[in-house]
């Protein structure tokens, strides 16, 4: 959001950091009844000690779901925060896309910590 000011004869514009919401409104694909059987990615954007935290979470879910295929982080690209500034986040999503469909996963871990 851009507002101008007038003061003594001049004219400042303040910029807003916050900018404006936008809500876009998605439809969410239906919940999985198990994940027994299933390949499930993970998705790392280089934050929370991921590198500490899959394999926990990998050995949980194999305890639980013994034919559960897991695809680890290290064989996906790295989506950054960066990644995902508007100039790029269609480019990027398409590129995410294409590696989940490759790679065969019926679901994602996207978080994991913080």
Same mark, same amino acid.
């Given at each position: 959001?851009?507002?101008?000011? +007038? +003061? *003594?004869?001049? &004219?400042?514009?303040? &910029?807003?950091?916050? !900018? *404006?919401?936008? &809500? *876009?409104?998605?439809?969410?694909? /239906?919940?999985?009844?198990?994940?027994?059987?299933?390949?499930? !990615? @993970?998705?790392?954007?280089?934050?929370?000690? !991921?590198? @500490?935290?899959?394999?926990?979470?990998?050995?949980?879910?194999? *305890?639980?779901?013994?034919?559960?295929?897991?695809? /680890?982080?290290?064989?996906?690209?790295?989506?950054?925060?960066?990644?995902?500034? /508007?100039?790029?986040?269609?480019?990027?999503?398409? +590129?995410?896309?294409? @590696?989940?469909?490759?790679?065969?996963?019926? +679901?994602?871990?996207? !978080?994991?910590?913080?």
């Amino acid at each position: 959001m851009i507002s101008s000011v +007038a +003061a *003594e004869n001049a &004219v400042y514009e303040v &910029v807003n950091p916050l !900018g *404006e919401p936008v &809500v *876009e409104m998605i439809t969410m694909a /239906p919940r999985l009844d198990t994940l027994e059987g299933k390949t499930i !990615g @993970e998705l790392w954007n280089g934050g929370f000690r !991921g590198d @500490e935290s899959f394999p926990i979470i990998e050995k949980m879910l194999r *305890e639980r779901y013994p034919t559960v295929k897991l695809i /680890p982080y290290t064989e996906f690209s790295l989506f950054t925060i960066a990644s995902l500034h /508007p100039e790029k986040k269609e480019k990027t999503l398409e +590129a995410l896309r294409a @590696e989940l469909k490759e790679k065969g996963c019926d +679901a994602v871990i996207t !978080g994991n910590g913080a």
